[in-house]
């Protein structure tokens, strides 16, 4: 649970290349395709560089499904590993001020030589982690000093703020 309203965290967490920012081990993200204006399109990829059970591990992930303003889940290969991250986004149904935050993440150590058979044992510790490691992150974030909600536009917001000035004026 975060403070803040669900389509302005869906966006925030939805944009890969602020994963920066609050997803614990990613160093770098980079979008390496331009498909529509927002990072939550089905198609867009993204080549994040993390720090994997410490290994440096350059991994590619593709966004494979969207549902609106709700649930995007996102497929990931590397070297050393596949994954598949479902982030479910819900407005907090007591208290609008709040959004409640999901994350599941499921990796599976691949085939890529020493340092695959080298992670392999430690996958399910790691993973048993990312989830909660993650959300602890992204709340600090949110609800700091310097939260970078108020600064996200929801595409068509300014467009109804200027309908509805008009109107009243």
């Known amino acids: 649970r975060v403070r803040g309203d669900a389509q302005r965290v869906f966006l925030y967490v939805t944009d890969l290349e602020?994963?920066?920012?609050?997803?614990p081990g990613v160093s770098s993200a980079t979008r390496t395709n331009g498909m529509g204006n927002q990072s939550a399109t089905v198609g867009n990829r993204f080549k994040l560089q993390q720090r994997l059970a410490g290994f440096d591990v350059l991994t590619t992930y593709e966004v494979s499904r969207?549902?609106?303003?709700?649930?995007?889940?996102?497929?990931?290969?590397?070297?050393?590993?596949?994954?598949?991250?479902?982030?479910?986004?819900?407005?907090?149904?007591?208290?609008?001020?709040?959004?409640?935050?999901?994350f599941v993440a499921?990796?599976?150590?691949?085939?890529?030589?020493?340092?695959?058979?080298?992670?392999?044992?430690?996958?399910?510790?790691?993973?048993?982690?990312?989830p909660d490691e993650a959300m602890e992150s992204l709340r600090r974030v949110l609800e700091g000093p310097a939260s970078p909600l108020p600064g996200i536009q929801i595409p068509g917001e300014s467009e109804r703020r200027g309908r509805s000035a008009s109107a009243s004026g």
């Open 18 to 23: 602020r994963w920066t920012d609050w997803f």
């Open 66 to 102: 969207v549902e609106d303003w709700r649930r995007v889940v996102l497929a990931g290969r590397s070297a050393l590993h596949t994954s598949t991250m479902q982030l479910v986004v819900l407005p907090d149904p007591n208290d609008p001020r709040f959004t409640l935050v999901r």
């Open 106 to 130: 499921a990796f599976e150590a691949g085939d890529g030589g020493w340092q695959a058979a080298a992670l392999r044992p430690l996958v399910s510790g790691l993973v048993s982690k990312v």
